[in-house]
């Protein structure tokens, strides 16, 4: 049956807006006193409330109060499956080591990987509950989870199938990536060798069981080179996965082979270049900006003013891990990369929903418009622009997943 569901003071549809290249405010298909119509999980109709009343014949959920909707957000760069903490790395941090020295002397991602090895599938699918518990609570309705603090087959595949699992109880969608290629794992001595190893031993297991298609790796002097890591993803996309790259974090190199493999998205792009922005553009390869990291490692922000500004598709995601990216609040870091690379609200906001929805091959989200997933979060505001104002301390104070309001979640 039919749900109207409304009125709202103002909805923000992003209807009709570009992929690429800038947005500017005025764009919006901004709708006074909205309402919005939903049958069997998807988006049938938006409009005035009080129009889409007259003419509606099914069931009406009427709210009260002054809110703002928007679609859910989407969150398409996470490590939230993982076990432990990284506080000695921050600590090291903020006294002056950097990121790269604390992981050669066996700290950074090799601590996670211990704990993260250890740990029951119980006990991991608890700590992950929990985080994509919170995630929802503040409005995020679909969020990518990657493994990679395994490294092994037995260990990467236990966190591929807790993240399948949570995925078949959790209100939020789950979109499992492969991450087995983060680090070069001690029990290795050749990075070539275990990317091997990932395509003969592990890939196949995983596409068996349905675990994942999408397939990622960290491109840095610390990890993969990219020479090898070209042949690694190249094998992978010819098994039938999609590749996204860790990329430009530090160093440049991965976003050329994003570049050259027409990934899916190149992630990261701290330290991009002009030359290499134009090539991922020319690929069509989404760039994802992680504001997370930088206010984790205390690094600049990804160029990201300059990606739009050159006609890129800019997304925007947080990183979410326990070492670099902690906080895991996507809309704070959303609000805060926009004050220092001055986006607009609709490149922001566009960036953590329907342009993060083309970063994950997800063409079913991130705009309020017919036939779309009916997921969407109001805010307790008569001005839309009060979202970002608040830099992130405004939550949803409603949300909808597959068009059925949600109590908020406990993660128990």
């Not at 990606?307 to 326990?322: E, K, Q, V, Y």
């Amino acid at each position: 049956m039919e749900t109207l569901i409304g009125p709202f003071d103002q909805m923000i549809t992003f209807e009709g807006l570009p992929m690429f290249g800038p947005i500017r405010d005025n764009q919006l298909d901004i709708i006074g006193q909205g309402g919005i119509i939903t049958d069997q999980q998807r988006i049938v109709a938006t409009g005035n409330f009080n129009r889409l009343r007259k003419r509606h014949k099914g069931k009406t959920e009427e709210i009260e109060g002054h809110y703002v909707l928007l679609p859910g957000m989407i969150d398409a760069h996470t490590h939230m499956c993982y076990a432990g903490t990284r506080v000695k790395d921050y600590a090291l941090r903020v006294s002056g080591n950097t990121y790269q020295e604390i992981l050669r002397k066996g700290g950074g991602i090799y601590e996670t990987v211990n704990h993260t090895r250890m740990a029951t599938i119980q006990e991991l699918s608890g700590l992950t509950r929990q985080r994509i518990a919170r995630h929802f609570n503040e409005g995020v309705t679909t969020m990518e989870i990657k493994s990679g603090y395994g490294l092994s087959v037995e260990s990467e595949l236990k966190m591929l199938e807790v993240i399948s699992h949570l995925n078949k109880e959790m209100p939020a969608d789950l979109i499992p990536t492969c991450l087995s290629a983060h680090v070069l794992p001690p029990e290795f001595n050749s990075t070539k060798s275990y990317l091997d190893s990932i395509v003969h031993d592990l890939l196949p297991i995983i596409q068996k069981k349905n675990l994942s298609n999408r397939i990622d790796i960290f491109i840095e002097e610390n990890a993969f080179p990219p020479d090898e890591s070209y042949q690694f993803l190249l094998n992978a996309k010819k098994m039938g996965f999609q590749v996204t790259i860790h990329a430009d974090q530090f160093t440049p190199g991965g976003s050329e082979i994003a570049a050259r493999l027409k990934a899916k998205s190149a992630d990261h792009l701290e330290v991009i270049d002009e030359r290499h922005i134009k090539m991922l553009i020319e690929n069509n390869v989404v760039a994802t900006v992680l504001p997370g990291a930088s206010l984790g490692l205390g690094i600049p922000f990804a160029p990201a003013r300059k990606i739009l500004d050159a006609g890129g598709c800019l997304a925007i995601a947080t990183d979410w891990n326990p070492g670099s990216a902690p906080m895991g609040d996507l809309l704070t870091q959303a609000a805060l990369l926009s004050v220092y690379q001055k986006l607009a609200f609709a490149e922001t906001i566009g960036g953590i929903t329907f342009r993060a929805a083309r970063a994950l091959d997800l063409g079913d989200r991130g705009t309020l418009a017919r036939g779309m997933i009916a997921d969407f979060i109001a805010f307790p505001a008569t001005d839309y622009r009060d979202i970002l104002y608040h830099q992130g301390k405004l939550k949803p104070g409603i949300i909808w997943k597959n068009g059925k309001k949600k109590s908020k979640y406990n993660g128990s």
